[in-house]
């Protein structure tokens, strides 16, 4: 038997002594979601900036058109068009603080990817993982299509596709599709598809409920195997967009990009596209016909169509908009769906926060006003009554029962808790860069960034399996 | 100041403590042939087949442009849009014969560049080394413009632009520009430009000077330090075709390519042009309107413009044909220049050797027969009387002076030791082929080769130097 197919076989059996217990088994999940026949096809990207601590080895491993920053191990692991973005990792000496207590770092921190099945994954580490803070986890994990690990202890787990696991400890666990979990160690818990949960416990609970049945026209698997849904065909018709750049070792900006700016060239520009001053545009994001004001930015697996954001406004992981246009200061959250048209333009006032895994599916011109939360299922003016709140009012909730949402106690540390992150994110990204070092982020410190590029063994045992690579010192 | 500066620095120091007590500064060369500005601009290749071992690993290296095959070991060195082909690498446990006396190698050859300086040079390891035979040495060593290393020890040396270093041990000496020497140890000598000097004591030599001011014409460094002359020019007015090749990563070929034949993904191919079986066409070679009958080959730098080759002819390492016709089983030599037009094509009989470094630039047509030697420059027809023999005449021959060419010792063993080694080129090229795995050479072992880029700092103080990275296990 080939490496490869011994290499598949060993990450199910792993991932599935955790989840087979609980009632899991991944291996349909994997074996249809690769192609080993493909994966001669693909590269792996490592990125080398002058402003990150690098170091990467990998061994034993297949890593088809991955791209990676930051310090990383990946040890027999199939990586598959994922994204590990390590650009947060702390340095050896930094505290790390947990619940109030700091403990130092004795050594930098590092990405871990040991017996994992990752297809088409995003791997952000702000981590908060307090069990060894020197290392972001994923071990013995599959996480399927779309799906965010932005935190770790990731043990033992399955993420159903487009789901997110922030900030979180988990461990052996099953997220559904769609869903979106912060909320700690999830051990032997399975979590439904759709649900939006953020549990901080003794300080707030936030529940929500997707309708399992619009969550299967959004996102499901058909009984092939097949992703399927209104999210992946809104990706795969772009598919091919990506294409060309990923041919090319030659970059030429198709937009001009201010000099306190970053566009990867691994993201798609079409259009009429205008990057401001300290906008952040991450690899695989996708704009077209896109204004990105000062300060905003596109994260990884974005989709900004016919949309125009006035500045400082995040666009989380994954996050699509197509016909809308934000004020100042926007979150949307990750994997968040917001699709207008043309004569049905979705507007959304400053300082709103777009909960993770929000879907805004436009039937008719939408206007959200500004300093709202919105969350939910939302496709008329008057579902926003049931979806949404002003910043205000949810921060004097602390029992609220609105639809499908259920929510307990401190609204004020809820609301303030995303504001913190939110201002976090655009300290981090750069967008308050004026100049001075001290206020440099992500799109500052990534201008100057290289690439080493890895191509698979293409025939004979090894076939699509990497050659074990150090790059730098450890 | 930047590390590369810093390099360079070195670098120039440690070759001329070995080439100043002999008269030589490497500085103005090595400070003409590089610029440091342009150096981020380039990526380096290394290749990975299922057939060859591989190791690489470098440090506080710049490897601008430059193709690596095999093991490989780079230190602190400039390696400049260079080609390092280690697919002859001796392994573990081979016995290595030197004068008739076998010595086992107690571990993989490899290929150590350290302190060196090479730009567009060719390293092609069948080396011949006693003194270590585990190590293909290039040590203090600078190499410029289309020079050939083609056997270690390489210690202390400066190679000039089109020079080649035959299969030789040389220690601190200096070979002029287009001078090839096949002679040993060369510890503390000077080689005049355009000498072409083969020496097997007690055996043969072989010792021809071409006419300083014809080696002017065709390769020379102008008052600032640039290569010119009509090579350079030819080599220069066929660059663009190459740059696209470098900038893609698909590879489709342009003509078809059997399946026992092998055509580098780093080659131009151009025109009508045809690849019999059994072929070999390396990187950096570039074929236009050519035909390559059965077995034959291309080496790397080779250019075959409006040329046809029967079939098991040999083209070495920067051997450039332009209107030329081969019978079976012609050799032509390093660098060998023949240039023939339209109106006057030049004719090669079978069998015919075409000495390394041999001008054959034609004023009418030429026409030389079969089992013929050729060496010096050509103009005309009656050239030939003085510049080739048959090879059962030159055979004979104990003394000769002919034209430039002194020639003392054994006739016979010179000629059967450049038959000898033309079919040991064949055979390891693959042009014996039959579908046994016996016969197999490197047109069918590296047909899967995979390539992996390297991409140097783009900024900082780091600029153009590449991470440290090891690739696979030594």
Known sequence: MKSIARLVDHIISRVNVNLKPIGRDVEPAVRQSIRTDKLTQYYAYYALSIDHPWYFRFQESNLGGSYFLGKCE??????????????????????????GLGTELYQDEIIQIVNSFLVKTLIHNNSQNPEIPEYFRILNTVAMHYS??????????????????????????????FAYVQAGDLSRQTIQSGRVWIHQPGVFEFDYMHDPEIIDRYVTFDSKGQLTGEFSDFVRERRSDFLPMYDSLAFESP???????????????????????????????????????????????CFIVDSKLEAMDVIAHGGKLIHVELGEKVFVGFNSFLHGEADR?????????????????????????????????IRTQED???????????????????????????????????????????????????????????????????????????????????PAIVVGNR
């Open 255 to 301: 937009v001009p990009v201010p000099e306190s700016a970053f566009l990867s060239r691994y993201a798609v520009v079409k259009g009429e596209s205008h990057l401001g001053d300290n906008c952040l545009v991450a690899q695989r994001a996708c704009l077209e016909n896109a204004t990105l004001g000062n300060g905003s930015n596109a994260q990884e697996n």
């Open 74 to 99: 990946v040890d027999r692991s199939v990586v598959l068009k994922s994204d590990i973005r390590g650009d947060e990792l702390k340095p050896k000496g930094a505290v790390a603080y947990f619940g």
């Open 345 to 377: 333009k979705i507007l959304v006032g400053a300082g709103t926060i777009v909960m993770p895994h929000t879907i805004i599916d436009a039937l008719e011109p939408l206007d959200i006003p500004k300093k709202m939360i919105v969350w939910g299922y």
């Open 148 to 177: 965010n690990i932005h935190g770790t202890t990731t043990e033992g787990a399955y993420l159903g596709a487009f789901a997110t696991a922030d900030l979180s400890v988990l461990h052996n666990c099953v997220l559904g599709d």
């Open 384 to 466: 926003l009554a049931s979806h949404s709140m002003s910043l205000d009012d949810f921060s004097k909730q602390r029992e609220l029962r609105l639809g499908a949402l259920v929510f307990n106690g401190d609204g004020a540390a809820f609301i303030k808790g995303f504001q913190r992150r939110i201002e976090h994110i655009l300290q981090e990204n750069g967008a308050y860069y004026d100049g001075n070092d001290a206020t440099r982020g992500h799109a500052q410190k990534t201008q100057s960034v290289s690439y080493n590029l890895f191509q698979p063994y293409l025939a004979g045992e090894e076939e699509a399996m990497f």
